[in-house]
């Protein structure tokens, strides 16, 4: 096969921290065995039958025919139960109703297609416990993002669809409650990616929701050709901020907050501290509009400041068909660089810790690799734990349902990287329409997995069972607010930032909520060793201002760490 390599410019930065250590080993925890041998290779598995998850996802109608049904949904990694194991959420279309829809299903099955929750049963299977779980509402679901929102030690939903977006408190026996109206959460129209953060630091995760166009199921084309109106043919929808008044309840600060004054048609939202100013910013991905990075100007308020930052166009000005953004250190620096899906060219963007972006994607091959695709879910991890970020991504056609493989560079180390597709796995040839994908080591083996949300067919459960892998550390914090302003962290530790030193390197990752597209990954913040057999140095840079140092930890394990009270 060919190679193709990609080369990122990198800057550098080093932070230090002095603070005692709260830590503990969780669930899932391996003893550390010799570094491997020989090199790592990367490899892919359908585990699908296999751990019992059976979801076929529904665009709802004989025929796809219209934008709604071909944007497909998302899926969510979580330990709903603090089990110490990730369980799985995935979102479900519905069929329209036939007056408003030119394919109309003849028969509409029974039960109707609705969202699934599937129990991680910590043995490589996974339970259906949608019913229990109360987690099946009557909606066109397409996005879903997890946060503790009330910092009680339970995990809540926020899922979004079209006409209506739900806000789930978890219970904590099981069972979610939709308290969507109780708390405040009014979003109309079409709903699509959001994200939790602490865009104040006062210690309890505020919500951002993406919205994607004013959509109306009963427009026809004119002139109609083989397809349906795209997202141009409807005008475009502002976004909505909610702030979390660390009572339960949440107030609608679209206005006040700067957010609402831009209008576009929003297809993925991340939220992380860019610029290492301690607060985090929001970028969002739009269809066929200029792109938004929204910059936390530390008073509530934002600035847009895509075009200022090279984050709003493609290389040649226009405005792209852009899907799943990813924040991810992938040179080393310590600063966060992005990586956004697209309809045609994915943007890989490098900064340059100069409030800036330098979109390296076409001139390094990253691009041109994935030209013939339409790219949606992506994740960066170190698939094989050999001390670099590899990138997997997925595709599927646009419009006429037309099935692609799956790409995956492996990270070779200083912004470089290798086209490994076809040798990793022969799932990932297998053509499939995918839209959302999400991440996370469900096994607790230190070893990244992936589900993709394929559009109207089965949903593949990607199992890493790569060989020759080197060691792990996996980082699950505890943020110490209990939902009183200024007590500390949220409790899920969103906007932290984690540095981990080990073997003379430096790694850095910050946890964030809704990553790559409609998705959310494992709360974890996975890190891979290679060769190191300890942590030397780790460092936890809390939302709260508070800094924290761990040193000389064993590694292939999952630590909890817990910011100090």
């Known amino acids: 096969m060919n190679f193709r390599?990609?080369?990122?410019?990198?800057?550098?930065?080093?932070?230090?921290?002095?603070?005692?250590?709260i830590a503990q080993p969780t669930h899932g925890s391996k003893a550390p065995s010799g570094p491997p041998q020989v090199a790592p290779a990367i490899r892919f598995e359908d585990a699908s039958d296999k751990a019992g998850i059976n979801f076929t996802h529904s665009f709802g109608s004989r025929q796809m025919?219209?934008?709604?049904?071909?944007?497909?949904?998302?899926?969510?990694?979580?330990?709903?139960?603090?089990s110490g194991l990730e369980s799985l959420y995935v979102l479900n279309g519905r069929p329209l109703d036939d007056s408003v829809h030119p394919f109309p299903l003849k028969v509409k099955p029974n039960p109707l297609p609705h969202n699934h929750l599937y129990r991680n049963?910590?043995?490589?299977?996974?339970?259906?416990?949608?019913?229990?779980?109360g987690l099946d509402p009557d909606m066109y679901g397409m996005a879903v993002t997890a946060g503790d929102y009330d910092n009680d030690g339970f995990v809540d939903l926020l899922v979004t669809g079209y006409g209506k977006t739900i806000l789930y408190h978890n219970d904590g026996n099981g069972h979610f409650t939709d308290v969507t109206k109780k708390a405040g959460i009014n979003v109309d129209g079409w709903a699509i990616s959001s994200t939790w953060l602490?865009?104040?630091?006062?210690?309890?995760?505020?919500?951002?929701?993406?919205?994607?166009?004013?959509?109306?199921?009963?427009?026809?084309?004119?002139?109609?050709?083989?397809?349906?109106?795209?997202p141009l043919d409807y005008e475009g929808e502002t976004n909505k901020l909610f702030h979390n008044n660390c009572d339960g309840t949440f107030t609608?600060?679209?206005?006040?907050?700067?957010?609402?004054?831009y209008v576009g048609r929003t297809m993925g939202v991340t939220a992380a501290d860019f610029d290492n100013d301690g607060w985090d910013d929001i970028y969002v991905s739009n269809d066929r509009t200029e792109n938004f990075l929204f910059h936390n100007k530390h008073d509530g308020t934002f600035e847009e400041i895509g075009t200022e930052t090279n984050t709003a166009y493609g290389q040649n000005g226009e405005s792209t068909s852009s899907m799943g953004p990813v924040f991810a250190d992938l040179e080393g620096t310590g600063w966060l660089d992005l990586w956004v899906t697209d309809g045609r060219y994915n943007r890989l963007l490098h900064n340059t810790g100069t409030m800036s972006f330098e979109d390296l994607g076409v001139e390094n091959g990253v691009s041109q690799a994935n030209a013939q695709y339409a790219s949606w879910g992506a994740g960066i991890y170190d698939f094989d734990n050999d001390g670099q970020l590899d990138i997997l991504i997925l595709h599927g056609g646009l419009v006429h349902l037309i099935p692609q493989e799956h790409t995956l560079f492996r990270g070779l180390g200083k912004g470089k990287f290798v086209d490994v597709s076809r040798e990793a796995g022969s799932v990932l040839s297998v053509r499939t329409t995918a839209r959302g994908a999400c991440f996370a080591d469900y096994e607790n083996n230190g070893k990244v997995d992936a589900f993709v949300v394929n559009l109207g067919s089965k949903g593949t459960l990607l199992h890493n069972v790569s060989t020759n892998t080197g060691h792990w550390i996996a980082i699950k914090l505890k943020g110490a607010s209990t939902g009183k302003t200024g007590t500390g962290s949220n409790r899920d530790g969103i906007g932290a930032k984690v540095e981990v030193f080990a073997a003379g390197k430096r790694q850095t990752a910050e946890r964030v909520?809704?990553?790559?597209?409609?998705?959310?990954?494992?709360?974890r913040l996975h890190f891979g060793l290679g060769a190191a057999t300890t942590v030397d140095k780790l460092i936890v840079h809390w939302?709260?201002?508070r800094e924290q140092t761990l040193e000389n930890q064993p590694v292939d394990r999952v630590l909890t760490v817990e910011e100090p009270k």
């Not at 025919?65 to 603090?82: F, I, K, P, Q, R």
């Not at 049963?121 to 779980?133: L, M, P, R």
């Not at 909520?513 to 709360?523: K, V």
């Open 65 to 82: 025919g219209s934008l709604l049904e071909d944007t497909g949904a998302g899926c969510v990694w979580l330990d709903y139960n603090n």
């Open 513 to 523: 909520a809704g990553s790559g597209y409609l998705s959310q990954n494992d709360e």
């Open 5 to 21: 390599f990609l080369y990122l410019i990198g800057a550098a930065s080093m932070a230090v921290a002095q603070t005692a250590p």
């Open 121 to 133: 049963n910590g043995d490589g299977t996974f339970t259906d416990v949608t019913e229990s779980a």
């Open 198 to 230: 602490d865009y104040d630091k006062h210690g309890c995760v505020g919500l951002f929701v993406g919205r994607y166009v004013k959509f109306d199921p009963t427009y026809r084309a004119f002139y109609a050709p083989t397809n349906y109106p795209g």
């Open 543 to 545: 939302p709260s201002g």
């Open 252 to 261: 609608d600060v679209s206005d006040k907050s700067g957010i609402s004054a």
